[in-house]
């Protein structure tokens, strides 16, 4: 049950600071958050330092947790890097992938086609990110699975985000399915630069997604 209010409470104030009703700076107190979610300090506490760990807050001993509200640079670089790692992991299970394992890929994406079937973004953001991790996996590189891991983590709300886009759900499991195949087919190269298309933000895409940002500031936030 507190598990689960944490989870609430963090994915609640993700969304409340990427629409902008936190300006950048401002100060996330946990007496008036456990009041506004009826619990007690300790998850929220523990939602605040997951924000932190996202790069959504920043947290000083003795002052507080305070809003980060992410730059364009920022943004970038995370996805870039991001993209980089996730198609190593794809590169190298081709070298290594059981049967077994693509039929434990198909159903993740059929797990993300059903949550996209019934537009339900967070659900879809659940089987997704379970997709990822088993492509991670079969890496069979514990440190690199590790490091897209906490990468991973750290992008989370920014990745939720951008699945928002109208038609994005729907080509995002076309592009599941085209990476699966490559990496079925053991086809390192392709499987590669699939996955990292795939996971990129750049161009239209990271265009679109800063937007968002640029129509949230003009409806009022500052920073």
């Not at 209010?5 to 700076?25: F, K, M, N, S």
């Amino acid at each position: 049950m507190v598990r689960d209010h944490v989870d609430h409470i963090e994915t609640t104030l993700q969304d409340a600071i990427l629409d902008g009703r936190y300006a950048d700076g401002e100060r996330l107190d946990e007496t008036r958050l456990a009041e506004q979610f009826g619990v007690s300090r300790t998850p929220v506490r523990e939602a605040l330092g997951r924000l932190a760990a996202t790069g959504l807050a920043r947290q000083h001993a003795n002052r507080g947790t305070f809003v980060r509200q992410p730059g364009p640079l920022d943004l970038y670089e995370m996805f870039q890097v991001m993209a980089r790692l996730e198609a190593f992991c794809a590169e190298l299970a081709c070298a290594r992938v059981a049967p077994s394992a693509i039929a434990a890929l198909r159903a993740l994406n059929d797990a993300c086609a059903a949550a996209a079937a019934q537009g339900d973004v967070d659900r879809y953001y659940g089987a997704n990110e379970a997709f990822h991790q088993r492509i991670y996996m079969e890496s069979g590189n514990d440190f690199l699975a590790e490091t897209c891991q906490a990468l991973q983590k750290r992008l989370r709300p920014y990745r939720r985000t951008q699945l928002r886009t109208p038609g994005r759900l729907a080509q995002s499991l076309a592009e599941h399915a085209q990476v699966i195949d490559a990496i079925e087919a053991r086809q390192p190269r392709k499987a590669s630069a699939l996955l990292r298309d795939h996971v990129s933000v750049q161009g239209e895409r990271f265009h679109r997604l800063m937007s968002h940002w640029r129509a949230r500031e003009g409806s009022g936030a500052s920073g």
